[in-house]
């Protein structure tokens, strides 16, 4: 135990100036830094050491291969500025599958921006653009150890997709492309305190790192590259009634404004100018029989360039499915995008 604690420290020191959640100006794809699932944005948007679950993908691949369930789906959904503009969403696939020590992941991500309606200088009307951001990705994750495990996640990335449904097409945009990669671990391990059974949980995960995007012209910029570290306790307090607490930092690898042909290991460099650019997060779940998950968390940001807010959720398991809701109550003077939006995920588990 002490020998493994001793690890993740090292891992701590050495990779918390490179943790980040948050969207900035020099990178692409902010829809990579937003929780999709209901559950983790419940719990002010942490997962990278929460139990395993059909969303782990996004938050730590290692995670599966401790899942109670061999197999698992779930599909989430987010209205994306509702009540500014219709059209906008965001959905979330995702599915897993373990054997023997092993497991693999799969999801896909999307973010409809609707439409956009394009006029000339003479304000006649030329079309409408429907455009989007989506990513695709594939983990494979090991045990390790008795309690440890690691994994991988490669990703395809697009950052533009545009679609001409107008008679003067704006269809000379073209969709720009990256593949990116995640590496992960995850420490988990029962333990005995107040008199009864607790599991203690770390994880670890660095993201997006990889090619960049180009957005216009000569303009390449990086993925959001972060990465976590975060623990989880899991305390059953008998055997009706169990709390998790959970706990993740984060800290941005991507410099806070665009500069032209740098390399990642320079962006992660220049990415510790701003010692303000931290982000913290906690979040509780309670749950009963298994069956009923009330939640909450608390996301803030040091950073110039996050949001400060407070988030609800719950959580019903019926038989093998589990639906998952979640609210995000805005406490900073910037409002967030996801601001008064409720966050759904239905999931689907089995042997």
């Known amino acids: 135990m002490i020998r493994y604690i001793a690890i993740f420290t090292l891992l701590f020191i050495s990779v918390v100036p490179c943790f980040a ?90 973010l409809s921006t609707g439409g956009i309606d394009l006029y000339t200088s003479d304000g006649v009307s030329v079309g409408t653009i429907m455009s989007g951001e989506y990513a695709m990705d594939a983990s494979y994750s090991r045990r390790l150890g008795k309690y440890l495990s690691g994994g991988i996640t490669l990703r395809y990335a697009n950052g533009i997709k545009v679609e001409s449904t107008g008679s003067s097409s704006g269809g000379a945009l073209r969709p720009s492309s990256a593949f990116v990669g995640d590496v992960a671990f995850f420490y988990t391990k029962p333990t005995d305190a107040f008199g009864t059974t607790t599991d203690l949980s770390f994880g670890v995960c660095i993201s997006n790192l990889g090619t960049k995007l180009k957005l216009s012209g000569d303009k390449e910029v ?54 303000i650019d931290f982000v913290w997060s906690a979040g509780f779940e309670y749950s009963f029989m298994q069956m009923a998950m009330l939640r909450a968390g608390y996301h803030n940001s040091k ?49």
């Open 21 to 110: 959640q948050e969207t900035n100006h020099s990178s692409a794809l902010f829809i990579l830094n937003i929780a999709p699932d209901a559950r983790s944005s419940g719990m002010g948007d942490v997962g990278v050491a929460t139990s395993p679950d059909a969303t782990s993908q996004r938050w730590n691949a290692a995670k599966y291969v401790f899942a109670k369930q061999s197999r698992g789906a779930s599909l989430s959904y987010t209205p994306w500025l509702s009540k500014i503009i219709k059209g906008m969403n965001m959905g979330f696939l995702s599915g897993y599958m373990c054997f023997d020590n092993n497991a693999i992941g799969i999801s896909a991500l999307y």
């Open 222 to 275: 990086f993925l959001p590259m972060n990465g976590r570290f975060g623990a989880t306790w899991n305390i059953n307090m008998d055997k009706n009634n169990a709390l998790a607490t959970s706990f993740d930092i984060n800290k941005s690898l991507v410099p806070l404004y665009y500069e032209k042909n740098i390399t990642i290991f320079e962006a992660i460099g220049k990415s510790f100018d701003k010692a």
């Open 303 to 351: 950073s110039i360039r996050g949001y400060n807010y407070f988030t609800l959720g719950a959580g019903l398991t019926y038989q093998s499915f589990r639906f998952d809701g979640s609210y995000l109550i805005t406490t900073s003077n910037i409002s967030s995008p996801l601001s008064n939006t409720f966050r759904i995920t239905m999931s689907y588990l089995w042997q």
